[in-house]
């Protein structure tokens, strides 16, 4: 305890020493320094005590200097990711990509994405030093935070994943979070962006900037309708019905309009080859060469095509992509794969239909026996609103090889409930109303693999416990 008091006590020193370097060398107001210097002291805090703080300090920082963010950021080269699913682990493989480039990169690893998240990002990797070189951050934004952010910081590229459904009660309905998301764009029109070709409402964007998209150029499989619960059905143009050549999932695809012509815009970057699916990885071609993914589903062929296409677009080299995403790890919650005691346990983030659905899909490719572990939340970050589980297609279950199902959460009686009615037998499934008693069902479970589906913050709340239990080394 004294040791650890006393490498405060160093660093709190030396962060003094390096704060009063900065305040006579730079040239920025008293205001933002002890705003940085402050903030930085939190974050040191509550790493060694709380082992988080990511949207606090931010908070702090932008008390002192409401403009902040503009003054710690201009020396970057920012690349926003925005989008409904895949944010986290797109953010995590172009990070990867620059990294092992050789580039200097800061991002928000923790997921922290909201505009005091950003902050907090940025003061976090503020340096006291007279010259700041050039720099890369890859920043992970909420699609209805992007307008904050791009009032200080012009980013170089915007990124936008896809458009779905989710938490209903903050965005309403895909058409508004749009809205939400092209207000920041319009900020920064010398920005290019990137963008999912496959999501119909992503084309014909009256917009000044360079636009470049990425999609499939080949099928998944043979499926050409549209399920009664997808997002986007609608021409955005007429209000036709979409129809299509191919759809990879929900409503993204290779989408046209018989009544007005509106189709999917040229792809620049495309999958022209599906060479292997699995439960732990998959083998595709992107632009005729072939790319190891190393996490499983379709959602994720998207994510890593992004970050090829980010690469591309900034000019890497195309062998560190191929080695970046072969080995990429998971980001936490996204597929990671956590040891309790002889069982592996795979914790997936859920937060709305259609990732559910994909989730459920790539368990599906799963051919061994396994169970699985449903947590429902309905906390601010989740959604209040989980009447959404009733768009999730847990019918599918019954056709997987699944000897238990595990439920919890705050929620957890919804859940069972909607099990129930998607016919799952009762015998199969049991209800846990705490952390305690959901690790020892996972640890008395009779298969050696249990996939975890969990909204964010019984997630976080589950991986917390985890780590508390030593389950789990590092938390963020």
Not at 78 to 98: D, R
Not at 208 to 219: A, D, E, L, R, T
Request: aromatic residues 12%; charged residues 20%.
């Amino acid at each position: 305890m004294i040791k650890s008091y006393y490498a405060i006590s160093i660093n709190f020193v030396k962060l003094v020493h390096n704060y009063f370097i900065g305040w006579r060398c730079l040239k920025i107001n008293i205001k933002s320094l002890l705003g940085i210097f402050i903030s930085k002291l939190i974050i040191y805090i509550s790493k060694i005590t709380f082992k988080g703080g990511t949207n606090f300090p931010g908070k702090v920082a932008l008390k002192f200097d409401k403009n902040i963010l503009n003054k710690i950021a201009k020396n970057y080269d920012v690349i926003l990711v925005t989008g409904t699913n895949g944010k986290t682990t797109t953010t995590n493989m172009i990070y990867s990509i620059l990294n092992n480039n050789g580039n200097d990169v800061i991002t928000n690893e923790t997921g922290a994405n909201m505009f005091t998240g950003v902050v907090s990002c940025f003061v976090k990797y503020y340096k006291f030093k007279l010259k700041h070189p050039k720099k890369y951050a890859v920043i992970e934004v909420d699609e209805a935070n992007v307008k904050y952010v791009t009032e200080y910081i012009k980013p170089k590229i915007i990124i936008i994943t896809n458009l779905f459904r989710d938490q209903l009660d903050r965005f309403g309905e895909v058409y508004s979070t749009l809205d939400k998301i092209l207000e920041g764009i319009e900020k920064s029109p010398d920005s290019t962006l990137i963008l999912n070709g496959d999501e119909s409402l992503l084309g014909n964007l009256n917009l000044k900037n360079n636009i470049i998209y990425y999609g499939f150029s080949v099928p998944i499989n043979e499926n050409t309708k549209l399920s009664t619960n997808a997002d986007a059905k609608f021409c955005k143009l007429c209000k036709h019905p979409y129809d299509y050549n191919f759809i990879t999932y929900n409503h993204l695809g290779d989408y046209y309009c018989k009544n007005c012509g509106y189709k999917r815009p040229k792809l620049k970057f495309f999958i022209n080859k599906i060479i292997n699916l699995n439960s732990n990885y998959s083998v595709v071609e992107i632009n005729n060469k072939v790319y190891n993914i190393n996490q499983a589903g379709t959602y994720n062929i998207y994510n890593a095509l992004c970050a090829y296409s980010t690469a591309m677009t900034l000019n890497i080299c195309e062998s560190i992509v191929y080695d970046c995403l072969k080995n990429i790890n998971c980001s936490f919650g996204r597929q990671e794969v956590v040891k309790i005691r002889d069982k592996n346990l795979k914790i997936i983030l859920v937060k709305n239909p259609a990732g559910f659905d994909e989730a459920l899909n790539s368990i599906n490719l799963d051919d061994k026996n396994k169970s699985i572990a449903l947590l429902l939340n309905d906390n601010y970050a989740d959604g209040k609103d989980v009447s959404w589980i009733w768009d999730v297609n847990f019918e599918t279950l019954n056709q997987m090889q699944i000897d238990s199902i595990i439920v919890s959460g705050i929620r957890l009686y919804d859940m069972g409930i909607r099990l129930k009615v998607a016919g799952i037998n009762e015998n199969l499934f049991s209800l846990c109303e705490n952390y305690e008693t959901l690790l020892r069902q996972i640890e008395n479970s009779h298969d050696s693999m249990i996939y975890l589906l969990a909204t964010y913050t019984a997630m976080t709340g589950f991986r917390k416990f985890l780590n508390n239990k030593g389950y789990i080394k590092k938390l963020w």
